[in-house]
């Protein structure tokens, strides 16, 4: 009999509401139940594409023996962390506070209070590695609530009191400046794998945030170290196992150094924020490799994750089904020299495995191997090549697909909206700005109410229950203000200035600092309050950098005021940890540069007019904004007072409170930006 699960409309909470534990959402009424039973609360928090996740799931949640164990001396609580990221930083602060790491599954034992006391991730069924058994923790923690409830207590008491004694230190005066942000890439040089691209080691994430900053900061200043350890990763990445060969796209991680090895999982988080990356940087260099897995990019994104109702869904699972009937990690990707054999017959077969690293000793599981395109696999003739990989990509389709988290979360359709808008506008594709438009109307009538407040998320249309954090707020005008400069209306600027106005009214601390939940939301046993990028910009950045050029197209200085006041913590974070706060450096990078604000007048259908318009798209000045249209136009603040040059197409460059003279030569223009 299905749990109360069952009325969710998480993907998540969904793939558990037939377990045998007996599943509360979070709620008030779940932590009533547990006051009036007298017994602690069970909080497991994971998300639908977690491997790890599943694993736990079927080991433990789905075994009647330990789920009537759970449900006897528990009050179960199941949380999606996609839905309610509020929930899952605090928690997750207080874990990785206790246990020096973190991660999901993540397992949490609380008081009835809702204040935490026991800690940890995953646990099997029964020891292993050194781990307790599931059953284990659990006949401990009941034995210390019934036997030791003082000392449980006390645990509780002060890791409530240290979580809500951390203060925020967010780097008071000033805004970072040159030094900080030198002292950023110095930081970024050190951790930097010139063998393999990236930074650090293994497990090994996309940096598109530091990315970002790189780029910027290379167009700024002209730092050729910058560009190059940018395009070095992006290629290493792209040649990689985390870059899907046949279908475009990128798995979540590497788990090795080299990129050849994925965690498979696809989210809709990372792809926006690479398709991006590679459109920036084929921006600054040309690179026909940049070009292409923009595009494919792109491509994947629509055609994997786009939901009929014109949104983006989640992810895709990591696991799928191999044939046999087990799920298994990457069967959907992975070949073997057979199974290559098999499509293409021994001839094509041979070439595929050379072109596409496959051997007979694999690089993944079980002889099979992770496509990707090493470097000292020679030039194959792309002629041969790409029917190859169309017959293999239709052989694949063949196979059962991983499962699809189809909920929309506002912020990441907010990044997608703002990747698809730009790649399609710089790369002549209409239809990617149609998408873009389309998922973006969706946040509109689904997602916003009349006072602009959002919803997190969405499902085949309906909205959930979940208010709107501040990376909603700002991933969602970021993306309507990308959409706004490419498509030129002035609806989209309209929209982003509705919903910064809620971050400044309902987001905001002293001097300048930012929570990631409203004044009014639900409260907690902490405000969540975090600027670091984890695996996308934080709302706190992302709320800088829209603040900032919601600012450059209105002239707004309220706006300006409090993306200013907001990266402060850049300027302590900056130098010390660049790789935790990239899209803040690639923010800092904007204001220092002005940013500039580029105005175009003119009649569409005139060419000049065009040619001065693209010359302001390919823009590589650090967070430039555009607007264009007919003079004094009423739909962009930058048009007012724009008239034309000698009844002429007209271009006008701002930066730093100074206009130059208008230009009319796109050439000149190019100069200028």
Request: net charge negative; hydrophobic share 45%; aromatic share 8%.
């Amino acid at each position: 009999m299905p749990n109360r699960l069952a009325h969710e409309t998480s993907p998540y909470l969904l793939q558990h509401a037939d377990n045998p534990v007996d599943w509360w959402p979070w709620s008030a009424e779940a932590f009533e139940e547990a006051r009036r039973r007298n017994v602690p609360v069970l909080l497991s928090v994971g998300y639908s594409s977690c491997h790890w996740c599943h694993v736990m799931a079927h080991e433990s949640f789905e075994d009647d023996a330990i789920a009537a164990l759970v449900n006897e001396h528990f009050v179960a609580v199941k949380v999606d962390r996609e839905e309610r990221p509020d929930i899952d930083a605090v928690y997750m602060e207080a874990v990785q506070a206790a246990t020096g790491q973190g991660g999901w599954p993540m397992t949490v034992f609380l008081t009835p209070d809702a204040a935490p006391f026991y800690f940890g991730t995953y646990f099997p069924p029964e020891p292993r590695h050194g781990m307790p058994s599931f059953p284990e923790v659990l006949v401990g923690v009941k034995d210390a609530w019934a036997d030791r409830r003082d000392e449980v207590g006390e645990v509780a008491d002060r890791i409530v009191k240290d979580l809500a004694g951390r203060s925020l230190a967010y780097g008071g005066d000033g805004v970072p400046g040159e030094e900080e942000l030198a002292q950023a890439l110095l930081g970024l040089t050190r951790e930097y794998d010139a063998t393999h691209g990236g930074f650090g080691g293994a497990p090994k994430f996309p940096p598109s945030m530091a990315l970002e900053f790189l780029l910027r900061h290379h167009a700024r200043t002209g730092a050729e170290g910058a560009l190059q350890m940018a395009a070095d990763t992006c290629e290493a990445m792209a040649r990689g196992g985390i870059y899907d060969q046949l279908g475009g796209g990128f798995a979540r991680y590497a788990v090795d150094r080299a990129w050849v090895v994925p965690h498979f999982e696809k989210m809709l988080y990372d792809n926006a924020l690479l398709c991006r990356v590679y459109a920036h940087l084929w921006k600054a260099t040309g690179s026909d490799l940049a070009r292409r897995v923009a595009l494919e990019t792109a491509d994947f994104l629509v055609r994997e994750l786009r939901t009929p109702e014109g949104g983006f869904a989640s992810a895709l699972d990591a696991d799928s089904d191999d044939g046999t009937g087990k799920h298994v990690e990457g069967a959907y990707y992975a070949w073997t020299p057979a199974q290559l054999a098999e499509v293409l017959g021994a001839e094509d077969a041979a070439l595929a495995a050379a072109h596409y690293g496959v051997t007979e000793a694999g690089t993944f599981e079980h002889g099979s191997s992770v496509l990707q395109l090493p470097r000292d696999a020679g030039v194959a003739d792309a002629g041969r090549i790409a029917p190859i990989a169309a017959r293999l990509l239709a052989a694949r389709e063949e196979r059962e697909r991983p499962g699809r988290d189809d909920k929309v979360v506002a912020a990441w359709n907010g990044l997608a909206i703002a990747a698809l808008a730009e790649t399609g506008a710089l790369f002549d594709r209409p239809d990617l700005v149609e998408r873009a438009t389309e998922a973006a109307d969706l946040l509109v009538r689904v997602h916003m109410d009349e006072t602009a407040r959002l919803t997190r998320t969405s499902k085949d249309g309906r909205a959930g229950t979940n208010a709107g954090v501040l990376e909603d707020y700002a991933d969602v005008a970021e993306g309507f203000l990308a959409l706004a400069a490419v498509t030129g209306e002035g609806t989209w600027l309209e929209f982003a200035g509705f919903l910064l106005d809620l971050v400044l009214d309902r987001f905001t601390a002293e001097g300048g600092a930012l929570y990631d939940t409203a004044h009014d939301a639900e409260t907690l046993i902490r405000r969540p309050q975090d600027p670091t990028d984890n695996a996308t910009p934080s709302g706190w950045t992302a709320a800088a950098g829209a603040l900032l050029s919601y600012a450059a197209q209105t002239g707004s200085e309220a706006h300006r005021a409090a993306a200013e006041g907001a990266l402060g913590v850049v300027k302590a974070l900056g130098p010390r940890a660049p790789r935790f706060i990239g899209w803040g450096l690639a923010v800092s990078e904007a204001l220092l540069d002005g940013p500039r604000e580029i105005a175009v007048v003119g009649a569409p259908g005139d060419e000049t007019f065009q040619e001065l318009r693209r010359t302001a798209l390919l823009a590589t000045a650090p967070g430039a904004v555009l607007a264009f249209g007919a003079p004094d136009s009423e739909e962009f603040p930058l048009l007012r007072d724009r008239p034309l040059v000698a009844g002429g197409s007209a271009a006008y460059v701002c930066r730093h409170f100074t206009c130059d003279a208008p230009v009319t030569d796109p050439d000149a223009l190019r100069r200028k930006l």
